[in-house]
């Protein structure tokens, strides 16, 4: 006999297909109707929600292959709730354009229905009346004794509820590749000192230690694993939280930056701009062994066939063991022309229900938002991610990189500070270290 959950996915599948089609449908107007026909007698149900969904415009940056597929989840899963999500995807790792894209939309004075705004800009937009309150849903779905704590302090403001959680992403994650690791009878580093011994076995057998790229919202994410490693949770909070300008002078900032320009060395040769997908694709194709990436690399190596218990491995980045520098998506509900509050409303309910939570999560890479998600169900990089972000006794810290901790313009000065110390080898990191402290000013 076939399960709720069995149903659910099989459902949730057929959904998915049936939306796909009907934007094939576009194209091919004909046999796309007689498949839709034939599709609806064997899924009645499926396809009556999928007829009387109501669509709402869904602008965010979900565009590589593990992006899209965890998006496909929630497509499926609202679909079932009368809800047809209308992707307005803009590339772009990090979200640079995507943001950019929203503020010239609403400029316009045509905002989309749903934004993935995350993290503190969330309160920005929020302030300047675009962002409907979502108490309603919250308390209906019991989202403040269910949620993380911290999740709901992310997405609470001023005591209003701003937007719908979908998933915690670890950004100081190293992953490995595990055929070339054994290989060469190495073992994932747990420090720095093992990481440089590593290294130096990886480069003698011609392998890139460390994928790559040169963005600089790339290298404040590695940038920010290697701080949080140096100066530990209490001083990163000082120094990204409370942005104590001063803090960005002392002896430790100039350690982790002399290790991030190490490391952007390490591979030898000249590094070079490039999307994160394709640092991801040097460690899937062995040409590289390690990246240092936040999570969603997993659900990109998973896209592409990879396995985390065979192919790949996750530990934290050395020195942030029992730490958890975390990223939340979410998704902010939009005052916009089309005035469906209501549907707004149901998609902040499905998008946090335990099964989208679960089907959305081990897609993206990241984990649920759940404190009662049943943890034996997520493979090994996830259970590990999960666990310390639950564990009242670990550092859970946020990650300034990806809006988690200021607004849009000091991560960007900061990002920039940092590639231009990084492409300028002649400049002394006592120099980098004057630009960020002059970038980084208390809130
Ligand atoms: C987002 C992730 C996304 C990543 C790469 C991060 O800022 O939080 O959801 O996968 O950027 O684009």
Known sequence: MQSATDSFLE?????????KELEMNRRNAHRQVMKLVLSVSLWVPCWTALAQAMPLDVLHWWTSAG?????????????????????VAVPGGGGMAAVKVLKSR????DPPDVAQLIGTTLTDWNDMGLVMPLNAVANRQRWAPTL?????????????????????HRINTLFYNRHVFTRLGLLPPANWEEFEGVA?????????????????WQIATVFESILLGEVGPERYRELIVNRKSSAWLEPGIEKALTRLRWLRNINGGSPKERAWTD??????SESAAMQIMGDWAKGELMAWGANPEKDFGCVAVPGTQQMHLYSVDTLAMLWSKSKRTATQEKLAEVVTSSPTQLAYNRAKGSVPVRADTDVASLDSCARDSWSVFAA????????????MAADEATKD??????????ITPQMPAKAAQRRLASAVRAP
């Open 200 to 216: 130096h076995k990886l480069s003698a057998q011609g392998i890139k230690p460390l994928a790559w790229s040169d963005e600089a």
């Open 11 to 19: 459902c949730n599948a057929q959904g998915l297909r049936q939306a």
């Open 106 to 109: 609403v400029l316009m004075g």
């Open 279 to 284: 640092a991801t694709r040097d460690l899937a």
């Open 413 to 422: 000065a900061v990002a920039q500070a940092l590639w231009r110390f990084l």
């Open 392 to 403: 009242p006794g670990s550092a859970r810290v946020p990650s300034l990189a990806h809006r």
């Open 148 to 168: 993380f704590p911290t999740v709901m302090k992310l997405v609470t403001y001023k005591g209003v509820v701003i937007a719908a959680p979908l998933g915690i």
């Open 67 to 87: 992006e899209q597929l965890a998006v496909e989840q929630l497509h499926a899963s609202l679909l079932l709730s009368g809800v047809r999500w209308t992707d």
